[in-house]
């Protein structure tokens, strides 16, 4: 399995940004897809995820705000972000969890101005 992100960009505060990943790999045998994230400084945290039954999670600080979806049939996930502020400004990963394996997307910077 082989990930690639992408949508990044500047945006002010109050944007939005839609990252989409696409999955290189049958996302059949992914159970989880996830968006992590990494500022400068601090450590990788999960911002969102979506099971293979669509469940979702997401972090407090981006709920009512950030939303994960997942297209089999065009094995893409995405993250609609939207009301973005300064602190969300970060690299922003996608994630492939098989249970056996995890896969990593090379990140995608989002950055936030006030």
């Known amino acids: 399995v082989q990930l690639q992100a992408s949508g990044g960009g500047l945006v002010q505060a109050g944007g939005s940004l839609r990252l989409s990943c696409v999955v290189f790999?049958?996302?059949?045998?992914?159970?989880?897809m996830g968006w992590y994230r990494q500022a400068p400084g601090k450590q990788r945290e999960l911002v969102a995820a979506?099971?293979?039954?669509?469940?979702?999670n997401y972090a407090d600080s981006v709920k009512g705000r950030f939303t994960i979806s997942r297209d089999n049939a065009k094995n893409m996930v995405y993250l609609q972000m939207n009301s973005l502020k300064p602190e969300d400004t970060a690299v922003y990963y996608c994630?492939?969890?098989?249970?056996?394996?995890?896969?990593w997307g090379q990140g995608t910077q989002v950055t936030v101005s006030s």
């Open positions: 979506i099971t293979s039954r669509d469940s979702t």
């Open positions: 790999g049958s996302m059949l045998t992914i159970n989880r």
């Open positions: 994630n492939a969890d098989q249970g056996v394996a995890t896969y």
